[in-house]
Structure formats: structure tokens, C-alpha cells
């Protein structure tokens, strides 16, 4: 492990803010809190389930969430005036100031700085941090892809995010990380594939961009479906077995997160092809409030 990618010695907390140096503590607090706001202006189901989180980890999982939303805002930006080769550029030197800060411990751009606190204290390394950057160059050349470059994507851009997670989860248990990593793989897959799903026409139509190989989108059709989300459904199942052996702290969080996207599927599952071709799915906020009372209690009988 290099200096660039090993773990930082435990620091003691900032009263009131778990994981903020308290060497640093306006500096780390304010990259903390723009971390969240991120991760509150992209997604309503994230935001939900990192308030479920442990007050030790969940700072930690927006730091990861946070910069993986900037990179994609980059690749993803819908202004039509922006060039590939000037998002490749702002993408290149994004990466540039991760593996920076990744060596430093600081960053002027406070949501690198979020990451890259994260990033050293629990071991978050290049054979992460890597592809998750190769997959988000990709979106800026590749239009469509074949079961070798999805595989390669989906690890990039899904798996290992969770992979990354699951660092912080275990908080350095190398043996639970090693235990683990499949289901949380497995988990991180299968909330990309279903947002291809439920994104079909936004991709197509908006960024020219088809996802699932040898998919002929315009023909797309209820055969397509339920084949797509039978691959979903087992991530999701392969998934589901591992989250029980997570620490308490991020258990119930990962549970309400997995069960959003069981729904989610399930939905999909229900909608005829050519809707999904035109529309995005979504869960309605009494069902994501009902999952969650579910998952709460649940957890509460365990």
C-alpha cells in the first residue's frame, strides 16, 4: 500500500461532527457540509438512506457519494455548447486533483477534500479509484457497448462505489471487506442496471448513449424487460444475503437502500416496454416512507 492510498491514524472527532480532524475542524466541517448538500441536490432515495447511517460512518459515505455526482454532473452536463474534449478536460483534472489530494490530505475543492479524508482514512486505493474514473471517461466516447465494455463499465461506475462503502463500513477489517465485497459489488450493480432501465429514453434520446448489449432500443420490448430485470433481480438477491453480515451502523441504511431498488424493480417489471421507453419509473414518497418503516422495523426485531 502506498502512502498515497494508506488509511490516515485515527483522529479524534469534532464534538458534533464524527470524523472531522480536530486539527482542522472549520476546514474538514465545511467540506463535510458541502458533501451533504451535494448529495441532497442529486438524489432523494440516497439522502434518505444516509440518514439512516451511523453517525461514524455516514459523513464518510456522503464524502464518496458527493464526488462520484460531481464527476458525473461533468460527463453528464446537458449543455449543448460543452464539448467532449472540454468535459474530458475538467474530468482529467477532477482526477488529477483526487490522486492530488489523496497525497496531500488537502484540496482547495472542499468536495475532494470530503473524499479524500475519506479516501485515507479506511484505504480507499487506486484499484478503486481507477476504474471508477476509466468508466466515467468512457461515457465521453463510448455510445454503445458489448457484454466486455458493459461488464468493464458497470464495475467502474457501480461497483466499485460500493466497494468503497463497504471501506468504510468495515472500518478497516480487511477479512469482513474480503467477505463482503461480492454482495456489495453485487449491490452497486444492480442499482446501476436498474437506473439504465428506468433511464432508457433519457440516454438514448438526450445523450446518445445505449447501455445494455445488443439491445436494439427502438425495438425495444416486454421480452427485453423481464430479461433485464431477472439479471437485476439476482443482484439484488445475491445482494440481500450479504447485508445481514454488516456492522450495525450502516446495516440498516444499506437494507432501505437495497429494498428502494427491490422496488423499484418490481415496478419496472409492471410497466410495459414501450412506457419505459418514454417515461421514468419512479417510487412514490408514502412507498419509500412505508420501506422504510419496514426496514426499520425489521431491524428492531433482529
Known sequence: ???ATAPDRAV????GIPGVAADDPTYDAAAVR???VVVRAYSTSFGWACRLLGDDVRDHVRGVYALVRVADEIVDDPRPGLSAAERGELL???????ARARARGRSSNLVVHAFARTARR?????DLVAPFFASMRADLSVTAHDE???????HGSAEVVGLMCLRVFVAGDDAAYDRLAPGAARLGAAFQK??????LAEDVDLRGRAYFPGLDVDAFGDDDRDRLIADIDADLAAARVAIDDLPRGSRLAVRVAHDLFAELSRRLATTPAATIRQERVR????VKARLVAGALAGEVLR
Open 12 to 15: 479524534p472527532d469534532v464534538p
Open 92 to 98: 482529467a483534472e477532477l482526477e488529477h486533483e483526487v
Open 194 to 199: 436498474v437506473n439504465f432501465l428506468r433511464d
Open 283 to 286: 417510487v412514490p414518497g408514502p
Open 122 to 126: 479506511f484505504g480507499i486505493g487506486d
Open 1 to 3: 500500500m502506498s502512502a
Open 148 to 154: 466486455a465494455s458493459f461488464a468493464a463499465y458497470v
Open 34 to 36: 458541502s458533501a451533504a
